[in-house]
């Protein structure tokens, strides 16, 4: 039965380690870098929902806060025709 039900969520884990390391490297780029950024791995075997944990500080989270917010920005400058 594990194996039925590994095979069953093959994707959902690899797409929550893609999305991990697209995260970590944006944030890298953006100049933050989290304590800790995880995927909730005993959960998702557990409920088959795979779910990635974050811990922050504030001063980092701000940082987070700022990126999108540009990012938004930017967005809708490029995109208002």
Do not use: F, N
Request: hydrophobic share 40%; with cysteine.
């Amino acid at each position: 039965m594990g194996s039925i039900l590994s095979r069953a969520t093959a994707e959902q884990r690899r797409q929550a380690a893609a999305v991990l390391d697209d995260l970590t490297t944006v944030l890298a780029l953006g100049g933050v870098r989290l304590p800790t950024l995880e995927v909730d791995w005993d959960t998702g075997r557990m409920t088959c929902s795979y779910l990635l944990r974050l811990t922050a500080r504030p001063v980092d989270l701000l940082r987070i806060v700022d990126l999108l917010r540009k990012g938004l920005r930017y967005e809708r400058l490029t995109h208002d025709d």
